[in-house]
């Protein structure tokens, strides 16, 4: 056969790589080379639009044992337990089918972390949709959701936390991010790194189907009119087989047989076996004969582009096949030896007792492209409607609004479809800052959550990009975490747009900034760029997933008020930002000027001072102050409590709507108990930290001083109906 | 006391149970489902989570495992057989329990805290709970909406067989504390010997203080003495 | 030899699935639809020659596991 | 007017309940059996008299509702 361009562009390929591949090849490759150079050589499993800027990132500290680079990242968290965690997109496919869009999505999210050695203790997701006036929204909103709980549920690990926004950005290319943590020992994490001559190579889980084929691909491309022509790339997910894959591996790990294990995520077997080759500088042979499959007269070519689920490769020590396959024979699975180590360096296709194709493997890796893409400055802009003119509003109105609008109600409706109790040491569930989940057996646990801000990150990326490091930061702290280390899911447009990928370098620099001065190093990630429609393209959409430890477990804290007549100290400097505030977003539909300022020297010192307080059981509850501002903080403490508070007006004279409403960062609202309030007040000055002392709770009302009166249980019912009349 | 729990491919709530179990000094082991042979048990569980992934109707094919013949054989001699959630539907589908229990009203997975209402406390599952006690417990499930036919409905009531019923706080039974449609808020009944239990709410989850509460714990300590 | 079977929910069976889809789609403007149940449907290919032999085993099939008597009907047929 | 949807994944789409079913049917001993595939049964009653127009209505319905055509196929058969 004969490679036109026409191939060579159904193959996402541009034609300066074709020579490329050429040149690296020596000869012109065939349609199974062709295939599998644009598997490995796509964005999404190159990283050749991102890799200069990635690099940038600190991703190195006493608590990193693994970073970027392997399936998953793994932070130490003492004694001999390590956390293994990634996050990754699915956005593509669950647009095209949003049920098995997202349960495949967290199905290949927990294959990336059990890989390690690490049993899945906690899914988290973060999901963005258009308008919910968009027509699509609906299903899609529905379908994702049941998606997500439907392959977790089954596989019987609890999803704990996540973000659910909507934004007209999304309407035709919404974003589904999974996020699995796992728990591990820390002397036995396994690696892709393949070691040894002659060693077996062992296909393990599902048959192999023609589905996904080039789904890499799909996600490296932007959406046009002919996407819909794409569909039956999707996948379908098989959460019980995943199931049984994880404990067959799991069961393995516990001796000495496996030298290197990768599963078959983005372009199945083609990256699974090029990466522990070339990690490990050795040569792969595979007899495609061998390979499992589902359909018949599947070729070599649909055999190395597949992407069915539930799939594993492992290289293992000489003389434990036998035994190895026991184990995944107990658990119905398939194991096939299907290959070999070999000192060539190339990847070899046998089928049919011939080469039906051989590539060097450093040509699909180290060598497959890397672009310096051209990006330009932001041009910021500061808002341009004055304040003063817009037409006025009483702060509770602007509350309901903001509490019953979809991106601020309650996401019970989501999360009661999640099992997050299963495993039972989900010690925090889904609805406060973040999940904490207890490490089995012990007294410790670890906290998670996930965070993003495309509206910051479209009008300032720099300071985008810090404020969620810092809001995820935050959000660890007020459940009494120590903040360790992050994963990144880097959701944006088409980078071969100049503007885009300015967007991109510059979220990356806020981010670095921001993880460097909080010691909070990134450990994995996940980039998904080309999400648009014809030149359309989303905000930038950086999702920052955290974990934090918690030493010594007791009751959880929350940001539940505990009890009434206790004192209410807001916790940072409160100067009433609006530009780019929900309370502008949702009462006049404004969308201007730049964000909140991050300082992060007032960041870090805040919340270290804060967690200070938590560890000496100074403090009943606390939350941070984020989107909606001090008012809508009190609110949802309010809202989960059944609690009121009495809250005072600012004693200097400042506008109410700024001081209630406005975003400004590093605030905490925490609730004291009477009698510690000196001892809270003393280690705050101690540690120059600016407070206020705003009011206390009390029974029944959320109130501000002649301004505002309203009950808990309307509150509760204003932020409840959204997502049940939708 | 001598427990087993069983475990199928796709169970995820045995290690929970086999926890809960230890917890309240229980002698427990875990049995495969291939196995033909049951260890010498007092009490035998089947426990929640997606046997064979719910796959064909939640519980069928687990009901056709080996072990369930050994199961069938304990229960018929007497002995004490709880299951939980995906454990109630594998007994339905053995007929060990009558009735069946469909996808929940919504058609959506539920997990909540819900509030159940003892009925019957005077079996071995029950006596250390009070009558018309109410529990606050974590039901998590897709098809937890129980069905049954006229006279089976008829004996549950005449021969007190239902365990638990789905209330609000208080413990008035309605529509309103009904999570999944099931036929009178029935969350659990027992077979006419009152020797096996089937319950869609998972009381293994509510025995740890940090975790939830302690309102699962009574099940276990009346099965103990 | 292929068979398809269908599987029916019993008529005194409520059936919540068909319920919510009937008002979905009465919702969706489907004014004139008077009632729709959802069951399930099996193709099964048996490598027997002898169309009675072959009925028998899948009728064996439906009564040890595809279908519970108890709540649900079937028909088998030939395809 | 009466009618019968018969919905079914495409071909190349992995059908992980047939495959447990199949599995467990050849473990019971029915060795016949080559495979087995599952998929969905609606009945669906409409009030409107010309089969062309009900026809045509209950399309809708799959197109809408009832079918996820990116992984399915659908028949839908008068009965
Ligand atoms: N898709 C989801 N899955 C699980 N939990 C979710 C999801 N969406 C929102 N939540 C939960 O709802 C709560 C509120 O979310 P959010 O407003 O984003 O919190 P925050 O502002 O503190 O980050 C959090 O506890 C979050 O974990
Ligand atoms: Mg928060």
């Known amino acids: ?113 059990f890989t390690m050695g690490a049993r899945p203790i906690a899914l988290l997701n973060s999901i963005h949709f258009g ?141 699974s076996s090029v990466e522990m080759a070339s990690k490990g500088g050795l040569g792969i042979e595979l007899e495609l004969d061998k390979v499992p499959c589902r359909e018949e007269n599947m070729s070599p ?159 300032h990326p720099i300071t985008g990009g810090k404020q969620i490091v810092c809001e995820n930061w935050r959000n660890l702290i007020t459940v009494g975490a120590k ?67 918690i030493k010594k477990l007791s009751k959880p804290l929350s940001h539940h008020f505990k009890k009434d007549k206790s004192s209410l100290i807001l916790i940072g400097k409160t100067f009433g930002h609006l530009d780019q505030s929900c309370f502008l977003k949702e009462n006049y539909s404004i969308n201007e000027g730049l964000p909140p300022e991050v300082n992060l020297l007032n960041e870090k010192n805040n919340g270290e001072s804060l967690l200070k307080l938590i560890n000496k059981n100074l403090i009943l509850s606390s939350h941070d102050i984020s989107n909606g501002g001090l008012i809508t903080a009190l609110s949802e403490m309010s809202i989960s409590s059944g609690i009121g508070a009495k809250i005072l007006k600012p004693k200097k004279l400042t506008n109410l709507i700024e001081y209630f409403f406005g975003e400004d960062q590093a605030r905490y609202i925490v609730e004291v108990e009477d009698n510690s309030i000196g001892k809270v007040e003393k280690i705050l000055k101690e540690n120059n930290i600016f407070f206020e002392n705003i009011g206390f709770t009390q029974n029944e009302f959320l109130e501000i001083e002649g301004e505002l009166k309203i009950s808990t249980k309307d509150l509760f019912k204003i932020n409840n109906e959204w997502y049940n009349n939708y | 006391m001598k427990s087993s729990v069983i475990v199928f491919p796709g169970s995820n709530c045995d290690r929970d149970i086999a926890v809960a179990l230890e917890k309240m000094q229980f002698k427990n082991q875990m049995v495969w489902h291939k196995e033909t042979k049951l260890p010498k048990s007092d009490l035998i569980v089947v426990p929640g989570g997606f046997s064979y992934g719910d796959y064909l109707r939640s519980g069928a094919i687990a009901g056709k495992s080996l072990i369930i013949d050994e199961v069938i054989k304990a229960a018929k001699s007497g002995c004490l057989i709880l299951g939980i959630c995906n454990g109630f539907q594998i007994l339905t ?133 | 030899m292929k068979f398809s079977v269908t599987v029916t929910l019993k008529k005194d069976v409520l059936d919540p699935q068909g319920k919510v889809v009937q008002n979905t789609l009465i919702n969706m403007g489907m004014s004139d639809l008077k009632s729709i149940r959802q069951g399930k449907h099996f193709e099964i290919d048996v490598s027997e020659n002898d169309q009675t032999v072959a009925e028998k085993k899948i009728d064996e099939m439906c009564r040890k596991l595809l279908v519970n008597l108890i709540i649900e009907d079937y028909k088998i047929n030939k395809i």
């Not at chain 1, 600190?58 to 293994?84: L, M, R």
């Not at chain 2, 009203?105 to 006690?133: A, C, G, P």
């Not at chain 2, 975790?211 to 276990?220: A, P, V, Y």
Request: a neutral charge; proline letters at 3%.
């Open chain 1, 1 to 113: 056969m004969i490679i036109t361009d026409q191939i060579v562009e159904k193959h996402g390929l541009s034609k300066e790589e074709f020579k490329n591949i050429k040149k690296l090849l020596k000869r012109d490759p065939n349609l199974l080379e062709l295939g599998v150079f644009s598997a490995m050589w796509n964005e999404h499993c190159s990283y050749k639009s991102s890799r200069l800027h990635l690099k940038n990132l600190p991703t190195k500290g006493k608590q990193v044992i693994q970073g970027p680079g392997e399936n998953a990242g793994v932070i130490d968290i003492g004694d001999d337990d390590a956390i293994v965690f990634k996050i990754e997109s699915h956005n593509h496919p669950s647009y095209i089918e949003p049920y098995q869009g997202a349960a495949t999505g967290v199905g290949g999210i927990l294959r990336d972390v």
């Open chain 1, 483 to 549: 903040p360790l280390a992050i994963t990144n899911c880097l959701n944006f447009g088409n980078p071969e747009n100049q503007e885009i990928m300015g967007e991109f370098a510059e979220c990356l620099q806020g981010i670095k900034e921001a993880c460097e001065f909080l010691n909070y190093p990134v450990v994995s990630g996940n980039v998904s760029f080309y999400n648009g429609t014809n030149k359309k393209n989303i905000y930038p959409t950086p999702v920052i997933g955290g974990v934090g430890l």
């Open chain 2, 93 to 225: 589908e053995t007929g060990l329990l009558k009735g069946t229990l469909l996808r929940n009203k919504n058609l959506k997975f539920i997990n909540k805290d819900v509030f159940i209402k003892v009925i019957n406390n005077e079996t071995r599952f029950s006596k250390k709970y009070k009558k018309d006690q109410i529990l606050k417990i974590n039901i998590a499930h897709n098809e937890g909406n129980f069905f049954t036919d006229h006279n089976h409905l008829n004996e549950l009531k005449d021969k007190n067989l239902i365990a638990f019923k789905y209330s609000d706080e208080k413990g008035n039974v309605s529509e309103n504390s009904n999570p999944n449609g099931s036929l009178e808020n029935i969350a659990g009944i027992y077979n006419a010997n009152k020797n096996i239990l089937g319950m869609m709410p998972h009381p293994e989850r509510m025995v740890d203080e940090i975790i939830s509460n302690k309102d699962g714990i009574n099940l276990f300590s009346s099965l103990l003495n």
């Open chain 1, 301 to 459: 070519y649909e055999m190395m582009l597949s992407e069915s689920q539930e799939r594993m490769l492992i290289i293992l020590e000489d003389g434990k096949e036998q035994n190895a396959k026991k184990i995944f024979d107990k658990w119905d699975l398939d194991f096939v030896v299907i290959g070999k180590t070999t000192n060539t360096n190339n990847l070899t296709l046998k089928y049919e007792n011939q080469i039906v194709g051989e590539i060097p493997v450093e040509a699909l890796a180290s060598k497959a492209p890397i672009y310096d893409r051209k990006w330009i400055k932001k041009k910021t802009k500061k808002s341009s409607f004055n304040f003063k003119k817009l037409k006025k509003i009483k702060i509770e109105d602007a509350l309901i609004k903001i509490l019953s609008s979809p991106n601020h109600s309650s996401k019970n409706w989501i999360t009661d479809q999640y099992d997050q109790s299963v495993m039972c040491d989900t010690v925090l569930k889904s609805g406060s800052d973040a999940a904490i989940i207890r490490i089995h057996n012990k007294d410790k646990a670890i906290a998670v959550s996930v965070d993003s801000s495309a509206n910051y990150c479209k009008s």
């Open chain 1, 131 to 271: 308008s919910p006036k968009h027509s699509k929204t609906k299903s899609l909103l529905n379908g994702v959701v049941s998606g997500i709980g439907g392959y977790g549920n089954c596989i019987g690990i609890p999803t704990v936390a996540g973000e659910t926004k909507f934004n007209e950005t999304y309407n035709e290319n919404i974003l589904v991010n999974a996020m699995a943590v796992g728990h591990a020992k820390k002397d036995k994490i396994f690696y892709s790194k393949a070691k040894g001559l002659n060693k077996s190579v062992v296909y393990v889980g599902s048959k192999t189907g023609r589905d996904g084929i080039h789904g890499a691909s799909m996600a490296s491309a932007e959406f046009d009119e002919n996407s819909e022509s794409k569909k039956p790339t999707v996948q379908v997910g098989d959460p019980f087989t995943e199931k049984l894959l994880m404990e067959a591996c799991l069961e393995l790990m516990k001796d000495n047989s496996i030298i290197s294990i990768q599963d078959m995520g983005a372009a199945g077997l083609t990256s």
